[in-house]
């Protein structure tokens, strides 16, 4: 099984910092096979990456992944107040297919 | 816009079976994979496994003797059976749909909790 390691656990900046997430993985992926996923409370996750890097329907341009290998991050370029959230990141490279434990996203 | 969307019982006793079933709408369930996922109270996300719609699956190992997946076509539906479940199992459920592993359109999410 992957094991993913996401850092920092909680991330508190204000609005329009820069925000950098971070996921590293227990083996090397295939550089198509990560996602990250914004979850809010009370609220399923939602898809903002793919393939480590495409961005999913709908999601504004100040996200960004990138990454390979073993170690991928998820970059917000200008951080909004509905930023806040916990971010995931899971693989798909092989199965079972896992996640993260999460980074939390605080806007102060 | 495709939807999902669970159902089942909130609550389940201890060494019961947990049944919960995923309606798929605004499309149909022909030709993509779908999975369960579930997430305890204030933890992390758990995939517990997928459904082909040619009825082949994959599960979690951690959950593989426990779980069963199936899929009914015929109602657009495919179903989650978690057998002898406890405490450990109390967590929101979601049913989502898989595109090359990973999910894009999610349900809701349900609640199932196990007590007595």
């Given at each position: 099984?992957?094991?993913?390691?996401?850092s920092?656990?909680?991330?508190?900046?204000?609005?329009?910092?820069?925000?950098?997430?971070?996921?590293?993985?227990?083996?090397?992926?295939?550089?198509?096979?990560?996602?990250?996923?914004?979850q809010?409370?009370?609220?399923?996750?939602?898809?903002?990456?793919?393939?480590?890097?495409?961005?999913?329907?709908?999601?504004?341009?100040?996200?960004?992944?990138?990454?390979s290998?073993?170690?991928?991050?998820?970059?917000?370029?200008?951080?909004?107040?509905?930023?806040?959230?916990?971010?995931?990141?899971?693989?798909?490279?092989?199965?079972?297919?896992?996640?993260?434990?999460?980074?939390?996203?605080?806007?102060? | 816009?495709l939807?999902?969307?669970?159902?089942?019982?909130?609550?389940?006793?201890p060494?019961e079976?947990?049944?919960?079933?995923?309606?798929?709408?605004?499309?149909?369930?022909?030709?993509?994979?779908?999975?369960?996922?579930?997430?305890?109270?204030?933890k992390?996300?758990?995939?517990?496994?997928?459904?082909?719609?040619?009825?082949?699956?994959?599960?979690?190992?951690?959950?593989?003797?426990?779980?069963?997946?199936?899929?009914?076509?015929?109602?657009?539906?495919f179903?989650?059976?978690l057998?002898?479940?406890?405490?450990?199992?109390?967590?929101?459920?979601?049913?989502?749909?898989?595109?090359?592993?990973?999910?894009?359109?999610?349900?809701?999410?349900?609640?199932?909790?196990?007590?007595?």
């Amino acid at each position: 099984e992957i094991v993913l390691t996401q850092s920092p656990g909680t991330l508190s900046l204000s609005p329009g910092e820069r925000a950098t997430l971070s996921c590293r993985a227990s083996q090397s992926l295939d550089s198509l096979s990560l996602a990250w996923y914004q979850q809010k409370p009370g609220q399923a996750p939602r898809v903002l990456i793919y393939g480590a890097c495409s961005r999913a329907t709908g999601i504004p341009d100040r996200f960004s992944g990138s990454g390979s290998g073993t170690d991928f991050t998820l970059t917000i370029s200008r951080l909004e107040p509905e930023d806040s959230a916990v971010y995931y990141c899971q693989q798909y490279d092989s199965s079972p297919r896992t996640f993260g434990q999460g980074t939390k996203v605080e806007i102060k | 816009q495709l939807q999902l969307q669970e159902s089942g019982p909130g609550l389940v006793k201890p060494s019961e079976t947990l049944s919960l079933t995923c309606t798929v709408s605004r499309g149909f369930i022909s030709s993509y994979s779908w999975s369960w996922i579930r997430q305890p109270p204030g933890k992390g996300l758990e995939w517990i496994g997928d459904i082909y719609d040619t009825g082949s699956t994959n599960y979690n190992p951690s959950l593989k003797s426990r779980v069963t997946i199936s899929v009914d076509t015929s109602k657009n539906q495919f179903s989650l059976n978690l057998a002898s479940v406890s405490a450990a199992d109390t967590a929101v459920y979601y049913c989502a749909r898989d595109i090359i592993g990973h999910y894009y359109s999610w349900g809701q999410g349900i609640l199932a909790t196990v007590s007595s």
